[in-house]
DNA sequence: GTAGGGCCCGGGAGCGCTTCCAATAACCCT
DNA sequence: AGGGTTATTGGAAGCGCTCCCGGGCCCTAC
């Protein structure tokens, strides 16, 4: 391990014959410091290796210099979908131009879930990023508790809060609906995502809207929950009862990736016999066979936002709400 | 947003009518307290919604309370690799027991690695995990000079760690070669994933040793860099260099995805004309057509166990490195 | 009867920093 | 030259908690 303690304040200061008050406003570079004084300082802080103590500074300032971003889902292996990871790199490239750190809270358990509350009763971060709300989401309810700015990624599917980050998840599932409408298919259905997420439903709401308008049945519904394996699961039985089937438009791309493996599997091709659209546009729509027509949503764009939008609350600002543009993206599939 | 300030330890004890320091002992459970007095302070906690301040905690016991996941990587999209959500989850599950906090520092640009040298020499946080490093990082040096301890996860090319966790790579990838040759496959190539990192070279290694041991001609090498792209493409210029290539061992699951995109592409089947193993066994491996066999490595418990290292090692103690160890998942792509 | 030897208990000194404030010093203008 | 600013200073009071200490008490043992 390493050396000695790290030099305080008072040491600055000692060795650059100033007090500690000016040591310190030269360290924050403050007005009214003479410049003698500060590059006394200045040199004192290099020679000794000065780094101010966070939690010192913190105490005083009670400003804690650093947020949370917190992933609430119920099955940990949710978070494996890259679609948290762009996330988390967006919010990282955000914070990376302040000197915030980043506190990561997987709420998945009631275990993560007492300690994002512990975290926030106990002011240990600036401000929150809460993202991915199931619909009883007991974190939803947190925000307006404490004297604590929380941002959302998505909107939980009850209430509208006061500063969120969303994307245009009707809109875009509308768009490709419309494409396969376009491409004159006719028997559309949809595998859904969790219904109890405000993503899942709107994106349900966006296949209806555009059913709607071309005067086509829009009954042809199976519920997947984002997941590769909940997705090939909804497909096989979506075959199964409507066979005539000739397009499904899919609640992400994990999903369209399950579906189609599971058309591969009853010999249906893709998108020959059955059109497919994703939604996401991750890195995994490149990958299937054949490539993914998506929607795509600036991930990391939502995660950029959402820091933006925090770092904006924190300086006591007064953000508004923000829903980002999703747009199709046309590849092989459909 | 919220309501009033936290109260603070001086107003529980006033209202309990006890000493600051007799409060101070009843939130910490420690000794010499009156059952009376506890209950007096317990009640005052409850009806106060009292909740200690983590920051001038940090501060008197000189112990943050958090400790930082600093992951390094050149490409922000390498942190998409569902390895890494693996690592996280794993953290944090063991981080969960304990009053820990996590503070995660992508460390790829060289922002990011300023901002860990901060981390560690203002005593941000109480220890740190280091994961993925390159032969050249600069992070592999930062372990001594700070007086913090620091657990590597695999570990750095050129330097064997006093602490560290790491999957046994080289057995792996040998065990996995040792199956293609019992299948009675000679032209046996590899995509190796980056030889600057020891995760490479090691499964490279063990890819030599079992060639070797078989007598068979392990020239058939082309380097990947652990991605779906650069499998497809390493897999490409295999075929144009070495088409009478029978099997192929890939650096991860990844590349192995990549690499059976490629072979499909230019008409070969799997495992019929080629045979390919990967390393990993992520949730990708049963996602590919056909599924991979591959060679499991507790990525999770990876996580978990430098959790556990850097926990002990805080406590004071002298844990070992720890190799975990790793086996053939045979599924059917060989 | 009294000298220990536990327990409780509260006072108070920090932890390392920011920041208010009163006291000087420097400077401007007419 | 003098009154009024405006800039610098360092002292000192916190921020909210932990923990060392010394003072009481009560119990036991001699």
Redesign the interface.
Known sequence: ??????PTLDEVAARAGVSRSAASRVINNARHVSQAKRDAVERAVAEL?F??????R??ATQQ?G?VV?ALSHHD??Q????F???I??GV??EL?KTEL??????AD?T??QA?LQ??L????ADGVMLMALHGDDPLAALA??????VVFGGRPLHAEPRWYVDADNRGGSRLATEHLIGLGRRHIAVITGQMDTEAGTARHRGYLDAMAVAGLDPSRVEHGDFS?AGGAAAMTRLLAAYPEVDAVVAGSDATA?GAL?AL?AHGRTVPGDVAVIGFDDL?TAL?T?PQLTTVHQPVHGLGREMAKMLLSLIAGEEPHPLILPTRLVRRASA
Chains 1, 2 share one sequence.
């Open positions: 391990m390493g050396p000695k303690r790290q290796g780094v101010p103590n966070p939690t010192a913190a105490l804690v650093a971003l940990p292996a978070f494996t979908d890259p948290f990871a762009q988390v790199l990282n490239a990376e750190e980043l506190l990561l809270v997987l358990t275990q993560g300690r512990r975290i009763r106990s002011r240990r307006d508790q404490h004297d604590v700015p590769e990736a493996r591969k890195l990958h066979d």
